[in-house]
Nanobody, 128 residues
Framework: QVRLVESGGGTVAPGGSLTLSCTTS????????LAWFRQAVGKEREGVAA?????????TYAPSPKGRFTASADRRFHTLTLRMSDLKPEDTGTYYC????????????????????WGQGIQVTVSS
């Protein structure tokens, strides 16, 4: 059974930094995309960054965090990292890591419905 567990959330002042980690288990080798999503209160879940094992050094980013967030993974894609800098209040929300059971390229790598496995989520609050 595939399992994902996020860690590293918390509260930070605007302009600060946080690093999230996601530890995965239950598979020998990931075949399809892994991604970070976030959801603010009262808003839909949105994609933040996605990585595909075929292009591990070329993540896809949503427009808002691009240039401020950096996604990475270890060689076997068992640990994902999301380094967030210059955080803004609008970055506040619950952050999730997710893994796809099938290719998500037709659906979109940052579209939640393409992902099968989800972590429980972790809170990130940006506030002064």
């Amino acid at each position: 059974q595939v399992r994902l567990v996020e860690s590293g959330g918390g509260t930070v002042a605007p302009g600060g930094s946080l690093t999230l980690s996601c530890t995965t288990s239950g598979y020998d080798y990931i075949m399809h995309s892994l991604a970070w999503f976030r959801q603010a209160v009262g808003k839909e879940r949105e994609g933040v960054a996605a990585m595909d094992p075929s292009t591990p050094y070329d993540p896809t980013y949503a427009p808002s965090p691009k240039g401020r967030f950096t996604a990475s993974a270890d060689r076997r894609f068992h640990t994902l990292t999301l380094r967030m800098s210059d955080l803004k209040p609008e970055d506040t929300g619950t952050y999730y890591c997710a893994a796809a059971a099938y290719s998500v390229w037709d659906v979109g790598v940052l579209v939640p419905r393409g992902y099968t496995y989800w972590g429980q989520g972790i809170q990130v609050t940006v506030s002064s």
